[in-house]
Protein backbone atom coordinates (compact mmCIF):
# COMPACT_ATOMS: atom_id res chain seq x y z
CA UNK A 1 0.00 0.00 0.00
CA UNK A 2 1.57 3.76 -0.94
CA UNK A 3 1.78 5.63 2.02
CA UNK A 4 1.19 8.66 0.63
CA UNK A 5 -1.29 9.81 -2.64
CA UNK A 6 1.17 9.87 -6.01
CA UNK A 7 -0.09 13.83 -6.69
CA UNK A 8 1.87 14.31 -2.97
CA UNK A 9 5.42 13.14 -3.93
CA UNK A 10 7.64 15.67 -5.03
CA UNK A 11 9.26 15.94 -8.24
CA UNK A 12 12.37 14.09 -6.66
CA UNK A 13 10.42 11.28 -4.92
CA UNK A 14 9.15 10.36 -8.01
CA UNK A 15 12.83 10.44 -9.69
CA UNK A 16 14.38 7.46 -11.13
CA UNK A 17 17.43 6.54 -12.39
CA UNK A 18 17.62 7.06 -16.53
CA UNK A 19 14.24 8.45 -17.02
CA UNK A 20 14.12 11.07 -19.24
CA UNK A 21 11.87 13.34 -20.33
CA UNK A 22 13.14 15.61 -23.29
CA UNK A 23 15.10 15.05 -26.20
CA UNK A 24 17.46 17.74 -27.51
CA UNK A 25 18.55 18.70 -31.34
CA UNK A 26 21.95 17.43 -32.39
CA UNK A 27 23.95 21.20 -32.54
CA UNK A 28 27.88 19.61 -32.29
CA UNK A 29 28.37 21.30 -28.69
CA UNK A 30 28.38 17.70 -27.13
CA UNK A 31 31.52 16.82 -28.97
CA UNK A 32 33.48 19.69 -27.56
CA UNK A 33 35.08 19.28 -24.23
CA UNK A 34 33.14 21.16 -21.27
CA UNK A 35 36.02 23.39 -20.20
CA UNK A 36 36.15 24.74 -23.52
CA UNK A 37 32.43 26.19 -23.40
CA UNK A 38 32.54 27.26 -19.48
CA UNK A 39 35.49 28.69 -17.56
CA UNK A 40 37.04 25.88 -15.47
CA UNK A 41 36.27 27.25 -11.98
CA UNK A 42 32.69 27.90 -13.17
CA UNK A 43 31.66 24.38 -13.43
CA UNK A 44 30.64 21.70 -10.27
CA UNK A 45 32.95 19.27 -9.35
CA UNK A 46 29.63 16.87 -9.68
CA UNK A 47 26.68 17.25 -12.05
CA UNK A 48 23.87 18.94 -10.45
CA UNK A 49 21.05 16.34 -8.89
CA UNK A 50 17.96 16.60 -11.26
CA UNK A 51 14.80 14.61 -11.19
CA UNK A 52 15.02 12.07 -14.01
CA UNK A 53 11.19 11.40 -14.87
CA UNK A 54 9.55 10.93 -17.79
CA UNK A 55 7.35 13.85 -19.69
CA UNK A 56 4.22 12.63 -18.38
CA UNK A 57 5.18 13.03 -14.73
CA UNK A 58 6.61 16.70 -15.24
CA UNK A 59 3.11 17.41 -16.53
CA UNK A 60 1.19 15.85 -13.79
CA UNK A 61 3.92 17.38 -11.21
CA UNK A 62 3.26 20.70 -12.28
CA UNK A 63 -0.25 20.35 -13.30
CA UNK A 64 -0.97 19.01 -9.29
CA UNK A 65 0.85 22.10 -8.24
CA UNK A 66 -1.44 24.44 -10.10
CA UNK A 67 -4.29 22.61 -8.53
CA UNK A 68 -3.02 23.48 -4.84
CA UNK A 69 -2.72 27.38 -5.53
CA UNK A 70 -5.98 29.02 -5.60
CA UNK A 71 -6.12 30.99 -8.99
CA UNK A 72 -8.78 33.09 -10.82
CA UNK A 73 -9.25 30.61 -13.08
CA UNK A 74 -9.68 28.01 -10.47
CA UNK A 75 -12.16 30.29 -8.33
CA UNK A 76 -13.59 32.90 -6.74
CA UNK A 77 -11.03 35.69 -5.47
CA UNK A 78 -13.11 38.38 -4.21
CA UNK A 79 -9.91 40.39 -2.54
CA UNK A 80 -11.05 43.67 -1.61
CA UNK A 81 -8.95 46.27 -3.30
CA UNK A 82 -6.73 43.86 -5.84
CA UNK A 83 -9.63 43.22 -8.27
CA UNK A 84 -9.11 39.90 -8.96
CA UNK A 85 -11.00 39.66 -12.49
CA UNK A 86 -11.18 37.16 -15.15
CA UNK A 87 -8.28 37.97 -17.24
CA UNK A 88 -9.35 37.30 -21.02
CA UNK A 89 -6.88 34.32 -23.00
CA UNK A 90 -6.89 36.99 -25.95
CA UNK A 91 -4.61 38.88 -23.88
CA UNK A 92 -2.46 36.29 -23.58
CA UNK A 93 -2.38 35.46 -27.60
CA UNK A 94 -1.48 39.02 -28.21
CA UNK A 95 1.33 39.35 -25.70
CA UNK A 96 2.55 36.32 -27.63
CA UNK A 97 2.97 37.48 -30.40
CA UNK A 98 6.36 37.57 -31.97
CA UNK A 99 6.90 40.63 -33.03
CA UNK A 100 5.83 41.37 -29.14
CA UNK A 101 7.12 38.43 -27.12
CA UNK A 102 11.05 38.56 -29.18
CA UNK A 103 11.82 41.65 -28.86
CA UNK A 104 14.57 42.83 -27.53
CA UNK A 105 15.15 45.84 -25.89
CA UNK A 106 18.49 47.02 -27.00
CA UNK A 107 16.97 46.78 -30.48
CA UNK A 108 16.72 50.23 -32.69
CA UNK A 109 13.99 52.02 -32.79
CA UNK A 110 13.53 51.18 -36.28
CA UNK A 111 13.42 47.82 -35.50
CA UNK A 112 10.46 47.80 -33.21
CA UNK A 113 8.14 50.19 -34.31
CA UNK A 114 4.73 48.20 -33.70
CA UNK A 115 5.87 47.82 -30.25
CA UNK A 116 6.51 51.83 -29.73
CA UNK A 117 3.65 52.50 -31.72
CA UNK A 118 1.12 49.62 -29.01
CA UNK A 119 3.48 52.35 -26.10
CA UNK A 120 2.34 55.13 -27.27
CA UNK A 121 -1.85 54.08 -28.01
CA UNK A 122 -1.97 52.73 -24.79
CA UNK A 123 -0.88 55.90 -22.59
CA UNK A 124 -3.26 57.56 -24.99
CA UNK A 125 -5.80 55.48 -24.32
CA UNK A 126 -5.20 55.88 -20.43
CA UNK A 127 -4.74 59.74 -21.09
CA UNK A 128 -8.24 59.37 -22.15
CA UNK A 129 -9.59 57.27 -19.54
CA UNK A 130 -8.53 59.46 -16.70
CA UNK A 131 -8.67 63.13 -18.51
CA UNK A 132 -4.89 63.79 -18.23
CA UNK A 133 -2.47 65.12 -20.41
CA UNK A 134 0.03 62.36 -21.09
CA UNK A 135 1.13 59.39 -19.10
CA UNK A 136 4.10 57.25 -18.41
CA UNK A 137 4.09 53.04 -18.81
CA UNK A 138 7.64 53.17 -17.42
CA UNK A 139 7.01 52.56 -13.14
CA UNK A 140 5.69 48.98 -12.59
CA UNK A 141 3.32 48.52 -9.86
CA UNK A 142 0.84 50.69 -7.88
CA UNK A 143 3.34 51.32 -5.16
CA UNK A 144 5.98 52.57 -7.89
CA UNK A 145 3.67 54.68 -10.00
CA UNK A 146 3.29 56.13 -6.18
CA UNK A 147 6.87 56.74 -5.61
CA UNK A 148 6.76 58.17 -9.65
CA UNK A 149 4.11 60.38 -8.80
CA UNK A 150 5.82 61.90 -5.81
CA UNK A 151 8.98 62.61 -7.03
CA UNK A 152 7.08 64.34 -10.35
CA UNK A 153 5.22 66.38 -7.01
CA UNK A 154 8.62 66.75 -5.46
CA UNK A 155 9.91 67.94 -8.64
CA UNK A 156 7.40 70.22 -9.46
CA UNK A 157 7.26 72.20 -6.20
CA UNK A 158 11.74 72.94 -6.23
CA UNK A 159 11.01 74.28 -9.68
CA UNK A 160 8.52 76.42 -8.36
CA UNK A 161 10.62 77.47 -5.95
CA UNK A 162 9.68 76.25 -2.64
CA UNK A 163 10.46 72.29 -1.27
CA UNK A 164 7.27 71.40 0.74
CA UNK A 165 7.08 69.00 3.68
CA UNK A 166 3.98 67.43 3.67
CA UNK A 167 1.48 65.08 2.01
CA UNK A 168 -1.94 64.86 3.83
CA UNK A 169 -3.63 61.13 3.49
CA UNK A 170 -6.63 59.78 5.44
CA UNK A 171 -6.97 57.33 7.84
CA UNK A 172 -7.94 55.03 5.22
CA UNK A 173 -5.30 54.76 2.78
CA UNK A 174 -3.63 52.39 1.61
CA UNK A 175 -0.24 51.50 3.54
CA UNK A 176 1.75 51.90 0.50
CA UNK A 177 0.55 55.80 0.09
CA UNK A 178 2.52 56.99 3.54
CA UNK A 179 5.46 54.37 2.63
CA UNK A 180 5.63 56.25 -0.90
CA UNK A 181 5.57 59.45 0.10
CA UNK A 182 8.31 59.41 2.46
CA UNK A 183 10.59 57.58 0.35
CA UNK A 184 9.99 60.67 -2.01
CA UNK A 185 10.86 62.57 1.04
CA UNK A 186 8.13 64.10 2.20
CA UNK A 187 6.49 63.80 5.56
CA UNK A 188 3.16 62.74 6.24
CA UNK A 189 -0.25 64.30 7.31
CA UNK A 190 -3.26 62.02 8.22
CA UNK A 191 -6.51 63.22 8.30
CA UNK A 192 -9.42 61.11 10.19
CA UNK A 193 -12.28 59.87 8.16
CA UNK A 194 -15.83 61.60 8.55
CA UNK A 195 -18.46 59.83 10.51
CA UNK A 196 -19.78 58.58 6.50
CA UNK A 197 -16.38 57.21 5.99
CA UNK A 198 -15.69 60.01 2.83
CA UNK A 199 -13.11 63.18 3.45
CA UNK A 200 -14.69 66.39 4.77
CA UNK A 201 -13.56 69.78 3.37
CA UNK A 202 -13.98 71.42 6.59
CA UNK A 203 -11.28 68.72 8.51
CA UNK A 204 -9.19 69.18 5.50
CA UNK A 205 -9.23 72.91 5.98
CA UNK A 206 -7.46 71.93 9.49
CA UNK A 207 -4.22 70.56 8.49
CA UNK A 208 -3.80 71.70 5.26
CA UNK A 209 -1.55 74.83 4.87
CA UNK A 210 1.81 76.34 2.38
CA UNK A 211 3.35 73.51 3.21
CA UNK A 212 1.29 71.16 1.69
CA UNK A 213 2.92 69.59 -0.97
CA UNK A 214 0.28 67.86 -2.05
CA UNK A 215 -3.24 64.83 -0.58
CA UNK A 216 -3.43 61.74 -1.81
CA UNK A 217 -6.82 60.29 -1.80
CA UNK A 218 -8.10 56.97 -3.40
CA UNK A 219 -11.30 57.42 -5.38
CA UNK A 220 -13.62 55.35 -4.70
CA UNK A 221 -11.71 55.28 -1.43
CA UNK A 222 -10.77 51.71 0.49
CA UNK A 223 -14.21 51.48 1.71
CA UNK A 224 -15.70 50.93 -1.80
CA UNK A 225 -17.08 54.79 -1.58
CA UNK A 226 -17.14 57.69 -3.59
CA UNK A 227 -15.13 61.06 -2.22
CA UNK A 228 -18.62 63.23 -2.75
CA UNK A 229 -17.33 65.94 -2.11
CA UNK A 230 -13.80 65.70 -4.24
CA UNK A 231 -14.39 69.32 -6.25
CA UNK A 232 -14.28 71.06 -3.01
CA UNK A 233 -11.29 69.17 -1.90
CA UNK A 234 -10.00 69.67 -5.06
CA UNK A 235 -10.08 73.49 -4.67
CA UNK A 236 -8.72 73.57 -1.00
CA UNK A 237 -5.89 71.93 -2.41
CA UNK A 238 -5.31 73.60 -5.16
CA UNK A 239 -5.87 77.53 -3.15
CA UNK A 240 -2.53 76.77 -1.63
CA UNK A 241 -0.80 75.77 -4.41
CA UNK A 242 -0.65 71.72 -3.73
CA UNK A 243 -1.18 69.25 -5.93
CA UNK A 244 -4.16 66.43 -6.13
CA UNK A 245 -3.00 62.79 -6.60
CA UNK A 246 -5.22 59.69 -6.95
CA UNK A 247 -4.28 56.51 -5.94
CA UNK A 248 -6.21 54.02 -9.01
CA UNK A 249 -6.24 51.26 -7.47
CA UNK A 250 -10.44 51.66 -7.38
CA UNK A 251 -10.31 53.17 -10.78
CA UNK A 252 -12.62 49.90 -11.73
CA UNK A 253 -15.44 51.73 -10.50
CA UNK A 254 -15.17 54.29 -12.71
CA UNK A 255 -14.27 53.35 -16.10
CA UNK A 256 -16.49 55.43 -19.17
CA UNK A 257 -18.59 57.20 -15.87
CA UNK A 258 -16.03 59.78 -14.37
CA UNK A 259 -12.68 60.70 -15.27
CA UNK A 260 -10.42 62.00 -12.16
CA UNK A 261 -8.86 64.72 -14.48
CA UNK A 262 -12.39 66.14 -14.52
CA UNK A 263 -12.78 66.24 -11.06
CA UNK A 264 -9.66 67.91 -10.24
CA UNK A 265 -7.04 65.69 -10.05
CA UNK A 266 -3.54 66.94 -11.10
CA UNK A 267 -1.61 62.67 -10.57
CA UNK A 268 -3.01 60.14 -10.91
CA UNK A 269 -1.44 56.05 -11.24
CA UNK A 270 -3.33 52.68 -13.25
CA UNK A 271 -3.01 49.39 -11.97
CA UNK A 272 -2.92 47.52 -15.19
CA UNK A 273 -2.88 44.73 -13.99
CA UNK A 274 -6.47 45.32 -11.72
CA UNK A 275 -8.15 47.60 -13.45
CA UNK A 276 -7.04 46.27 -17.40
CA UNK A 277 -6.82 42.41 -16.54
CA UNK A 278 -3.47 41.04 -16.12
CA UNK A 279 -2.97 37.83 -13.96
CA UNK A 280 -1.51 39.45 -10.78
CA UNK A 281 -1.54 36.86 -8.11
CA UNK A 282 1.30 35.55 -6.06
CA UNK A 283 3.23 39.16 -6.53
CA UNK A 284 3.26 39.87 -9.93
CA UNK A 285 3.64 40.82 -13.10
CA UNK A 286 2.51 44.35 -12.39
CA UNK A 287 2.30 47.90 -14.37
CA UNK A 288 1.48 51.23 -12.86
CA UNK A 289 1.52 54.18 -15.31
CA UNK A 290 0.89 57.74 -14.35
CA UNK A 291 -0.46 60.47 -15.92
CA UNK A 292 -0.13 63.88 -15.32
CA UNK A 293 -2.04 67.13 -16.02
CA UNK A 294 0.04 69.66 -18.71
CA UNK A 295 1.72 71.30 -16.02
CA UNK A 296 3.64 68.44 -14.91
CA UNK A 297 4.09 66.92 -18.30
CA UNK A 298 8.13 67.57 -18.09
CA UNK A 299 8.83 65.80 -15.33
CA UNK A 300 7.68 62.37 -16.20
CA UNK A 301 10.33 59.64 -16.40
CA UNK A 302 12.90 58.58 -19.37
CA UNK A 303 12.74 57.47 -21.62
CA UNK A 304 9.11 58.95 -23.31
CA UNK A 305 7.82 57.21 -26.46
CA UNK A 306 7.22 60.30 -28.80
CA UNK A 307 5.32 60.45 -32.62
CA UNK A 308 6.66 61.94 -35.98
CA UNK A 309 4.51 62.36 -38.83
CA UNK A 310 5.99 63.29 -42.00
CA UNK A 311 3.21 63.48 -44.68
CA UNK A 312 1.67 60.34 -44.30
CA UNK A 313 4.25 58.42 -43.01
CA UNK A 314 4.24 58.56 -38.61
CA UNK A 315 7.26 56.89 -36.52
CA UNK A 316 7.76 56.37 -32.95
CA UNK A 317 11.46 56.66 -30.90
CA UNK A 318 12.30 56.59 -27.49
CA UNK A 319 13.44 60.70 -26.06
CA UNK A 320 15.39 60.91 -23.66
CA UNK A 321 15.94 64.59 -24.29
CA UNK A 322 14.30 65.90 -21.13
CA UNK A 323 15.80 67.79 -18.58
CA UNK A 324 13.24 68.69 -16.30
CA UNK A 325 12.63 65.14 -15.93
CA UNK A 326 12.90 63.10 -12.24
CA UNK A 327 14.93 60.06 -14.60
CA UNK A 328 14.74 56.39 -15.06
CA UNK A 329 12.92 54.43 -12.52
CA UNK A 330 13.19 51.13 -13.88
CA UNK A 331 15.52 48.98 -16.54
CA UNK A 332 14.39 50.10 -20.67
CA UNK A 333 10.81 50.52 -20.58
CA UNK A 334 8.59 49.23 -17.59
CA UNK A 335 6.86 45.73 -18.02
CA UNK A 336 5.98 45.77 -21.65
CA UNK A 337 4.55 42.22 -21.44
CA UNK A 338 1.18 43.83 -19.26
CA UNK A 339 0.86 47.01 -21.43
CA UNK A 340 0.63 44.63 -24.16
CA UNK A 341 -2.24 42.51 -22.59
CA UNK A 342 -4.29 45.86 -20.84
CA UNK A 343 -3.85 47.59 -24.52
CA UNK A 344 -5.75 43.99 -25.89
CA UNK A 345 -8.52 44.82 -22.81
CA UNK A 346 -9.02 48.37 -23.67
CA UNK A 347 -9.52 47.69 -27.44
CA UNK A 348 -11.55 44.44 -27.17
CA UNK A 349 -13.99 46.37 -24.82
CA UNK A 350 -13.92 49.75 -26.50
CA UNK A 351 -15.26 53.03 -24.14
CA UNK A 352 -19.13 51.54 -23.99
CA UNK A 353 -17.91 48.29 -23.17
CA UNK A 354 -15.51 49.74 -20.55
CA UNK A 355 -17.97 51.41 -19.13
CA UNK A 356 -19.94 48.15 -18.74
CA UNK A 357 -17.23 46.58 -16.83
CA UNK A 358 -17.87 49.13 -14.13
CA UNK A 359 -21.53 49.14 -14.20
CA UNK A 360 -21.05 45.45 -13.76
CA UNK A 361 -18.39 46.07 -11.11
CA UNK A 362 -20.82 48.40 -9.04
CA UNK A 363 -23.91 46.28 -9.96
CA UNK A 364 -22.04 42.95 -8.03
CA UNK A 365 -20.76 44.98 -4.79
CA UNK A 366 -24.01 45.99 -4.02
CA UNK A 367 -25.82 42.81 -4.96
CA UNK A 368 -23.48 40.95 -2.30
CA UNK A 369 -23.48 43.73 -0.06
CA UNK A 370 -27.23 43.80 0.06
CA UNK A 371 -27.29 39.82 0.83
CA UNK A 372 -25.21 40.19 3.43
CA UNK A 373 -26.08 42.93 5.85
CA UNK A 374 -28.37 41.13 8.08
CA UNK A 375 -25.95 38.34 8.84
CA UNK A 376 -22.81 40.61 9.60
CA UNK A 377 -21.96 44.33 10.62
CA UNK A 378 -22.00 46.97 8.22
CA UNK A 379 -20.45 50.04 9.32
CA UNK A 380 -21.01 52.39 6.35
CA UNK A 381 -24.27 50.70 5.23
CA UNK A 382 -24.73 53.79 2.17
CA UNK A 383 -24.77 52.70 -1.43
CA UNK A 384 -20.90 51.49 -2.32
CA UNK A 385 -19.49 51.35 -5.75
CA UNK A 386 -17.06 48.09 -7.11
CA UNK A 387 -16.53 46.86 -3.15
CA UNK A 388 -17.54 47.37 0.50
CA UNK A 389 -16.50 46.10 3.99
CA UNK A 390 -18.07 44.44 6.36
CA UNK A 391 -17.18 43.99 9.85
CA UNK A 392 -17.16 40.69 12.02
CA UNK A 393 -17.75 42.33 15.35
CA UNK A 394 -20.64 40.67 15.84
CA UNK A 395 -19.04 37.10 15.37
CA UNK A 396 -16.44 38.20 17.50
CA UNK A 397 -19.08 38.41 20.61
CA UNK A 398 -19.46 35.35 19.62
CA UNK A 399 -16.12 33.98 19.66
CA UNK A 400 -14.90 33.60 16.42
CA UNK A 401 -12.41 35.93 14.94
CA UNK A 402 -12.34 37.18 11.15
CA UNK A 403 -9.37 35.24 10.71
CA UNK A 404 -11.50 32.47 11.33
CA UNK A 405 -14.10 32.88 9.25
CA UNK A 406 -11.79 33.71 6.45
CA UNK A 407 -9.80 30.72 6.63
CA UNK A 408 -13.26 28.66 6.80
CA UNK A 409 -13.85 30.09 3.39
CA UNK A 410 -10.98 28.46 1.79
CA UNK A 411 -12.82 25.07 2.64
CA UNK A 412 -15.56 25.95 0.29
CA UNK A 413 -12.91 26.69 -2.91
CA UNK A 414 -13.28 30.36 -2.37
CA UNK A 415 -10.53 32.76 -1.82
CA UNK A 416 -10.71 35.10 1.62
CA UNK A 417 -11.29 38.62 1.11
CA UNK A 418 -8.91 41.34 2.59
CA UNK A 419 -9.21 41.12 6.12
CA UNK A 420 -8.40 43.94 8.38
CA UNK A 421 -8.40 46.33 5.99
CA UNK A 422 -9.34 49.41 6.13
CA UNK A 423 -7.62 49.49 9.48
CA UNK A 424 -10.69 51.99 10.94
CA UNK A 425 -13.04 48.93 10.51
CA UNK A 426 -12.91 46.85 13.25
CA UNK A 427 -12.68 42.96 12.40
CA UNK A 428 -12.79 43.80 8.43
CA UNK A 429 -13.45 41.88 5.46
CA UNK A 430 -13.64 43.99 2.30
CA UNK A 431 -15.43 42.19 -0.65
CA UNK A 432 -14.78 43.00 -4.14
CA UNK A 433 -16.31 40.81 -6.12
CA UNK A 434 -15.21 42.64 -9.70
CA UNK A 435 -17.49 42.63 -13.07
CA UNK A 436 -16.58 38.93 -14.44
CA UNK A 437 -18.44 36.76 -11.73
CA UNK A 438 -22.02 35.06 -12.70
CA UNK A 439 -24.70 35.64 -10.36
CA UNK A 440 -25.02 32.23 -9.55
CA UNK A 441 -21.42 32.23 -8.60
CA UNK A 442 -22.46 35.61 -6.32
CA UNK A 443 -25.14 33.98 -4.80
CA UNK A 444 -22.92 30.47 -3.71
CA UNK A 445 -20.88 32.92 -1.97
CA UNK A 446 -23.52 34.43 0.01
CA UNK A 447 -24.90 31.06 0.98
CA UNK A 448 -20.96 30.55 1.57
CA UNK A 449 -20.86 33.48 4.42
CA UNK A 450 -24.93 32.43 5.81
CA UNK A 451 -23.24 29.14 6.55
CA UNK A 452 -20.69 29.97 8.19
CA UNK A 453 -22.58 32.69 10.18
CA UNK A 454 -24.42 29.71 11.25
CA UNK A 455 -21.75 27.59 12.05
CA UNK A 456 -20.17 30.42 14.57
CA UNK A 457 -22.78 29.08 16.94
CA UNK A 458 -22.93 25.39 15.63
CA UNK A 459 -19.58 24.36 15.37
CA UNK A 460 -17.25 26.91 16.29
CA UNK A 461 -14.35 24.84 16.16
CA UNK A 462 -14.23 24.01 12.84
CA UNK A 463 -14.33 27.49 12.16
CA UNK A 464 -11.31 27.41 14.41
CA UNK A 465 -9.04 24.93 13.39
CA UNK A 466 -10.29 25.39 9.48
CA UNK A 467 -8.95 25.30 6.89
CA UNK A 468 -9.81 21.05 6.48
CA UNK A 469 -8.83 20.50 2.95
CA UNK A 470 -6.48 22.69 1.60
CA UNK A 471 -2.86 20.96 0.78
CA UNK A 472 -1.75 23.48 4.14
CA UNK A 473 -3.62 23.08 7.52
CA UNK A 474 -3.52 26.41 9.45
CA UNK A 475 -0.74 27.33 11.03
CA UNK A 476 0.10 28.44 14.61
CA UNK A 477 0.36 32.22 13.55
CA UNK A 478 1.03 32.89 17.55
CA UNK A 479 3.71 30.25 18.16
CA UNK A 480 5.33 31.43 14.62
CA UNK A 481 5.60 35.27 15.50
CA UNK A 482 6.77 34.09 18.61
CA UNK A 483 9.30 31.87 17.32
CA UNK A 484 10.31 34.62 14.85
CA UNK A 485 10.88 37.03 17.73
CA UNK A 486 13.32 34.28 19.70
CA UNK A 487 15.11 33.57 16.45
CA UNK A 488 15.51 37.41 15.53
CA UNK A 489 17.08 37.75 19.35
CA UNK A 490 19.29 34.88 19.75
CA UNK A 491 20.71 34.47 15.97
CA UNK A 492 22.76 37.46 14.71
CA UNK A 493 22.50 35.84 10.83
CA UNK A 494 18.75 35.47 10.46
Given at each position: ?????????????????????????????????????????????????????????????????????????????????????????????????????????????????????????????????????????????????????????????????????????????????????????????????????????????????????????????????????????????????????????????????????????????????????????????????????????????????????????HSFHLSYDRPDSIGKLHAFYGNFGVVVRACTYIL???????????????????????????????????????????????????????????????????????????????????????????????????????????????????????????????????????????????????
Amino acid sequence: MPTMPDNELNIFEKSRHGRRGLSLPKNGIDAKPLETLIEKRFLRNKPPELPEVPESEVVRHFVGLSMKNHHIDKGFYPLGSCTMKYNPKINERTCRLPGFSCAHPFQNDSTVQGALELMFSTAEYLSEIAGMHAVTLQPVAGAHGELCGMLITRKYHEKQGKQRKYVILPDSAHGTNPASVVCAGFQVKQVKSSADGTLSPDDLRAVIDEDTAAVMLTNPNTLGLFETEIEEIAKIVHDVGALLYMDGANLNAQLGIVRPGDLGFDIVHFNLHKTFSTPHGGGGPGSGPVGVVEKLESFLPVPVVTKRTDGNRHSFHLSYDRPDSIGKLHAFYGNFGVVVRACTYILMNGGEGLREVSEAAVINANYLKEKLRGKFDLPYPQHCMHEFVLSGNRQKKRGIRTTDMAKRMLDFGVHAPTCYFPLIVPEALMIEPTETETRETLDRFVEIMIQIDREVDEMPQTLKDAPHNTPVRRLDERKAATDLDVAWRTDDKL
